[in-house]
């Protein structure tokens, strides 16, 4: 059973950072496409920022581009979000994703994913 659990988030203020953490457990791949998405109310969920396991090979949404940055802990499963020069717009909540149901990993939408974890909130005030 594959299971991402996540922590991390918060608040802050504007220009700060804040770091999320996923473990996945229970996935049979050693390398894997993974990524973390965030939906706003009333928004879609949006793409984030994206890793490739195997060879960590990393995107990234414009909008994050230099602030944001995604890594893996392969000894530990834990996939991590940095980010840095927090931005009001920002805020949303944010989830980890693991697994392709199918397509290339490459800016991957939310619906190729197939595994979630359960989300955490970041606020970013003015």
């Known amino acids: 059973q594959v299971q991402l659990v996540e922590s991390g988030g918060g608040s802050v203020q504007a220009g700060g950072s804040l770091r999320l953490s996923c473990v996945v457990s229970?996935?049979?791949?050693?390398?894997?496409?993974a990524g973390w998405f965030r939906q706003a109310p009333g928004k879609e969920r949006e793409g984030v920022a994206g890793?490739?396991?195997?060879?960590?090979?990393?995107y990234y949404t414009d909008s994050v581009k230099g602030r944001f940055t995604i890594s893996q802990d392969s000894a530990n499963n834990t996939l991590n979000l940095q980010m840095n020069s927090l931005k009001p717009e920002d805020t949303a909540m944010y989830y980890c994703?693991?697994?392709?149901?199918?397509?290339?990993?490459?800016?991957?939408?939310?619906?190729?994913?197939?595994?979630w974890g359960q989300g955490a909130q970041v606020t970013v005030s003015s």
């Open positions: 994703a693991a697994g392709l149901k199918w397509g290339s990993c490459y800016f991957a939408p939310y619906t190729y994913f197939r595994y």
């Open positions: 229970g996935y049979s791949h050693n390398n894997y496409c």
């Open positions: 890793i490739y396991t195997g060879g960590g090979i990393t």
